[in-house]
């Protein structure tokens, strides 16, 4: 085997290993953004690309939040780690009239919204075929996500006895997904950006 064979060898395992390493890297920074662009921001959070040059990472709209519905975003969150969000399952956002965490910011990442109506965090979709009101037993039970919702009959109502978003009007608050009642303890109803 000759020397420049051996070199030929060499360069196309490096050229290929450097190749898959790129395409690796850019999987897994396309990933990360896309988890970052799934997270629900708080109340009044400008969009995402902004949010995340604007956010300090300071924790004061965590600390404001009267309700403790603001969690730190996990590190596996890429650029987005140990920033705001809500966790709807965990505990949803209430919309408060004053908007404390909005308040709280002084960095601009979350801006003043002039009525709960205006917010933006996500919207609301009901998987029928968990929801107790779609199935046999539809219209037995009012649901708990219609009578919850801080928007109820604007963001969520009622049609042919089942639950129906309205998503120009579903702020993505998450309430209705921390009150559903649904079959065999699965939520029928999940807020996603």
Not at 3 to 32: H, L, Q, T, W
């Amino acid at each position: 085997m000759g020397n420049e064979e051996v070199m030929g060898r060499r360069e196309f395992f490096r050229k290929s290993f450097s190749f898959f390493a790129e395409r690796s890297a850019e999987k897994i920074e396309g990933e990360e953004s896309a988890k970052a662009h799934s997270l629900i921001r708080p109340p009044g959070a400008v969009d995402e690309v902004e949010f995340l040059s604007l956010c300090t990472k300071c924790d004061d709209c965590m600390n404001a939040c009267p309700h403790g519905s603001i969690k730190k975003a996990g590190s596996k969150s890429g650029p987005a780690g140990n920033t705001p969000v809500i966790i709807p399952s965990e505990k949803p956002c209430y919309l408060c009239d004053d908007f404390p965490c909005i308040k709280a910011c002084t960095t601009k990442a979350l801006v003043p919204v002039a009525d709960k109506r205006e917010v933006r965090m996500g919207k609301a979709y009901i998987d029928l075929t968990l929801c107790y009101n779609a199935g046999e037993d539809s219209g037995k039970m009012y649901p708990m996500c219609v009578l919850k919702c801080p928007l109820s009959g604007e963001a969520i109502g009622m049609e042919d006895s089942k639950p129906v978003v309205n998503y120009e009007k579903c702020v993505g608050c998450g309430v209705c997904e921390s009150a559903c009642l649904a079959v065999n303890n699965q939520v029928a109803i999940r807020v996603r950006r």
